[in-house]
């Protein structure tokens, strides 16, 4: 079964910029959606941002709008996270998630990917 994978976590400091990618490794001519969420600890998982596949648009979450940027790279089946000016609160897990075409939710999870911003 196809599972994206995570790359690109680290520890920055805040004001830092950091870029996650997310590699898709099979049917990904199925693929509708591509979106990123995150867990911080204690707290549930949020949406972050996503991308359609073919079209390119994207959508995002409103405390990250002007920060972090979602792209797609099609023939290297990756999408990226570029995120800008990190802060602390910014400080989480980060998972990419797959949706399919056809599909209501989000079914293809990745392992995630740590991003911690200190102050």
């Known amino acids: 079964q196809m599972q994206p994978a995570e790359s690109g976590g680290g520890l920055v400091q805040a004001g830092a910029s950091l870029t996650l990618t997310c590699t898709a490794s099979s049917r990904t001519y199925n693929i509708l959606t591509v979106a990123w969420f995150r867990q911080a600890p204690g707290k549930e998982r949020e949406f972050v941002a996503s991308i359609y596949r073919m079209s390119g648009n994207t959508d995002y979450r409103d405390s990250v709008k002007g920060r972090f940027s979602i792209s797609r790279d099609n023939a290297k089946n990756q999408v990226y996270l570029q995120m800008n000016n990190l802060q602390p609160e910014d400080t989480a897990v980060y998972y990419c998630?797959?949706?399919?075409?056809?599909?209501?939710?989000?079914?293809?999870w990745g392992q995630g990917t740590q991003v911690t911003v200190s102050s």
């Open positions: 998630a797959v949706r399919f075409a056809g599909r209501s939710s989000y079914d293809r």
